[in-house]
């Protein structure tokens, strides 16, 4: 720590010995779990100790004298176990045998789950303390408050150090002339409640004469009080020292700032106190910035809005956090976590501003990469599937600017066969190359996505600057791609021949939605596959004829629903140190002429056709019953069940109001009911979505994104929304090893998760080496074939007693 250099800056105010005040004040810390207890360097030489000297707790609390030593191990036996905070004087032998008086306080810290996971102190030197009972004040007063008999002591302390000379003529006064006149009618109530409950009068007061702070106690004694008195102007005086103190350096891994409170014009006001850790992160020495302004830390990116809270928020006195990008001696601009608080002195008069600090710079460049892409494709940085539905809505949805276009799915040409033989490093480098060609065959303006794997979406837009018939333009661009893509590919030293497949659908003449032309252009895309690749077709109206196996599957599902071919099967959720924490509801479908209808093939029609709301409804409702049934079951009660919610039934009108009921006549706790919520749920209606998930977190519902990093979350929504987890997808698992890009995602995904306080589960892990790499990231949740494949609840639970205990 470093204290101003030169003339003092600190004279006379409430900061005064600051940093002198250090030497004679040691914090601690214990952990409760381990019993270690941790002494700072301050505390070691206030003990008289050799440096380096670290005592067990039973050796900390042989320093306290005999006549206090149970007494504080009392006190902190309780702060461990109800989290009741103490504030002692008391004194402590040091190993040189001297005794000193000290102020000994001590703080509980609860973790997440409400428990006391350390406790934290401070000792502060109070001598002298003059603790002898021939010299303490002492006075009686009758029920009037008059003085009615006073020791020397007593005379002296009223009287203002004027000790025999004065006592006659105190006899007889009012004691609480001998006070300042705002303390008064506090001690002349006081005295009543005393007098009337028999209980002891306890105050503090200013005197009238030199504004001292002196304690009185009283019992009561005859119609009056006998009182006990005692200057604690000192003890005072170091409470506001050890505020201040405990204000400025609390957090020593912070920043911390202290400046005087001068005027906000210019420059401002000047820094009188910085912490070790300014100067670390910040690169400046203590005496480069003493009674400078904290202007010195601004730069290009800082935020003017942020800086005009600040000014606003000090100007009416009041506290304010921002977030703020600040510069370092260096010039590298870092992100602080800023919080700037008023200092007041024992009049209520505004000396000083403390500023703290946290660096978050490294959440912030999380943050950034995630809401990088939730609109970019890491891989091939062109536009994600959510900035391409973003494009889409804009060209179909604005009737004041219609617009006339094409959309475009391309699909390579057996793909799967190079990322078999050449592996995926290869595989990821033509998709790189494939990106390069296509964004030179488009105008400005147009928009290339990658919706995922070996799949691109070019949107071409007739906005008038380029007035060509849509269907010429997606000709020419088709013909373009085509010759493009079929050039010989460098990679790595391999020479690759590669083709494509692309569907064409054409808008602007007929009022399609986003998700139709979307399915037209998929279709399109289908049919060149058919007519043998390397080839483009147009979606024609006949094409429409293959859409009937869709209806075919929705008069199944509507049958199915009313003869129960539905059922739940659960799988495993497990924590990085191999406990079962809960399962996954997974619906089936037992089709009676297709056997095991996969999720895949019936999700989608379920949702369009609005089965998905009963169905959905019933998973839930077997989830409930079974977390009741297991409630009963000592090894299985802790065991919570997620259950996938579709969009459609999220957004149903009585879907908050249906999951409460299920609970209530469940009686099963809401938390071990976990809602995986799809991440398209974000794609809009953000405020709607907001809304729903706080009244169903408000019930304790657990809230989960499913299959995260597919390329709808935004971080903004993020922050608002109440998430108990992040799941990250499996399309990220598979090749966590192989392929850096889903390396790097589930890492920043598991970096983010941590930043916000959030839970992360990973699923489709079907090795230990990908459950090691994660585990290795901070994710400590898993799911996937390595631990078990879905199960019935027959085989669920036997799979659970076979667990080890």
């Not at 050890?242 to 891994?253: G, K, T, V």
């Not at 700032?257 to 820094?271: C, L």
Request: hydrophobic share 40%; aromatic share 6%.
């Amino acid at each position: 720590m470093h204290a101003a250099l030169g003339e003092p800056l600190l004279q006379e105010d409430a900061l005064r010995g600051l940093m002198e005040r250090t030497a004679r004040m040691g914090t601690w810390v214990l952990d409760v779990a381990s019993g270690e207890l941790a002494w700072s360097p301050e505390l070691v030489q206030l003990h008289e100790a050799p440096p380096g000297f670290q005592p067990t707790a039973e050796q900390a609390g042989a320093f306290y004298t005999p006549e206090f030593r149970e007494r504080m191990r009392e006190q902190l036996r309780a702060c461990v176990a109800a989290g009741r905070d103490f504030d002692e004087e008391v004194q402590i032998s040091t190993q040189q045998g001297r005794r000193l008086w000290v102020r000994s306080v001590g703080q509980a810290v609860r973790g997440e789950d409400g428990r006391v996971e350390r406790v934290q102190g401070v000792l502060q030197v109070i001598e002298p303390h003059g603790r002898h009972a021939g010299d303490e004040p002492f006075a009686t007063i009758d029920a009037d408050g008059r003085i009615s008999y006073l020791n020397e002591a007593a005379a002296a302390l009223l009287a203002g150090g004027e000790a025999g000379p004065q006592r006659p003529t105190l006899i007889g006064r009012s004691l609480w002339a001998c006070f300042q006149k705002t303390a008064r009618v506090r001690l002349e109530e006081g005295l009543r409640h005393a007098l009337a409950s028999g209980e002891r009068f306890e105050l503090e007061a200013q005197d009238a004469r030199l504004a001292r702070h002196i304690e009185l106690q009283g019992d009561a004694f005859g119609a009056g009080l006998a009182l006990r008195m005692r200057d604690v102007t000192e003890r005072h005086a170091a409470q506001q020292h050890l505020r201040l103190l405990e204000s400025s350096i609390a957090r020593l891994n912070d920043l911390v700032i202290i400046t005087e409170a001068g005027p906000f014009s210019e420059p401002g006001p000047r820094i009188v106190f910085v912490n070790e850790a300014f100067e670390r992160r910040t690169g400046y020495a203590a005496e480069e910035v003493l009674g400078r302004t904290p202007r010195l830390l601004q730069g290009p990116a800082t935020q003017r809005s942020e800086l005009d809270r600040i000014r606003t928020a000090l100007e009416q006195w009041q506290p304010v956090r921002v977030d703020l990008v600040n510069y370092k001696k260096n010039g590298e601009p870092f992100w602080v976590d800023l919080e700037v608080s008023p200092v007041w002195d024992a009049q209520r008069r505004l000396t000083h501003w403390v500023a703290v600090g946290r660096d978050i710079t490294e959440r912030k460049t999380a943050e950034e990469k995630i809401q990088y892409l939730a609109f970019y494709d890491p891989l091939t940085r062109l536009p994600n599937r959510q900035l391409l539905l973003d494009r889409l809505h804009a060209a179909l949805d604005d009737p004041a600017s219609p617009r006339e276009g094409a959309l475009m799915f391309i699909d390579l040409d057996n793909f799967k066969v190079l990322n078999d033989t050449l592996g995926h490093q290869q595989g990821d480098m033509l998709l790189q190359q494939v990106a390069e060609r296509l964004r030179s065959c488009v105008a400005r303006g147009d928009t290339v996505a990658r919706l995922g794997g070996d799949e691109f979406v070019i949107l071409l837009e007739n906005s008038g600057q380029k007035p060509m018939d849509p269907l010429t333009g997606a000709r020419a661009v088709s013909e373009r791609i085509l010759a493009k893509l079929g050039e010989p590919y460098g990679l790595a030293g391999h020479q690759h021949h590669s083709t494509c497949s692309i569907g064409v659908a054409l808008f602007g003449k007929t009022p399609w939605s986003v998700s139709e032309l979307l399915k037209h252009a998929d279709l399109a895309m289908y049919q060149a596959k058919a007519a043998g690749r390397n080839t483009v077709r147009f979606f024609d109206p006949e094409m429409q004829a293959t859409v009937t196996a869709s209806a075919t599957l929705a008069t199944d599902l509507r049958q199915a629903w009313r003869e129960g071919q539905f059922l739940v099967d659960y799988q495993p959720q497990v924590a990085v140190d191999g406990r079962l924490t809960g399962v996954e509801a997974l619906l089936r479908w037992r089709h009676p002429r297709r056997d095991m209808v996969p999720p895949a093939d019936f999700i989608s029609t379920a949702e369009e056709t609005a089965l998905i709301v009963p169905i959905g409804r019933w998973v839930l409702e077997q989830a409930c019953a079974q977390l009741a049934v297991w409630a009963a079951v000592p090894s299985r009660a802790h065991l919570s069940i997620a259950v996938n919610v579709s969009v459609r039934q999220f957004r149903h009108p009585d879907f908050v109001e249906e999951v409460l009921e299920m609970i209530r006549h469940a009686k099963v706790p809401p938390n071990k009911l976990k809602l995986e919520l799809t991440e398209s749920l974000l794609a809009e209606d953000i405020q709607g979505t907001a809304a729903r998930m706080q009244q169903l977190k408000a019930m304790g519902v657990a809230l989960s994104i499913d299959d995260f990093g597919m390329g709808y979350s935004s971080l903004s929504y993020l922050k608002r929304l109440p998430l108990d987890q992040l799941k990250i997808d499996r399309e990220f698992v598979k090749d966590i090893l192989t392929d850096p890009s889903d390396a790097a995602i589930a890492r920043t995904i598991i970096g983010l998760a941590q930043s916000l306080g959030l839970g992360v589960v990973a699923e489709g892990v079907e090795t230990e080496a990908q459950r090691d790499f994660l585990a290795q990231q901070g994710c400590t949740e898993y799911q996937g074939f390595l631990f078990s494949k879905p199960l019935p609840i027959a085989q669920l639970e036997a799979y659970i007693d076979a667990m080890p205990a």
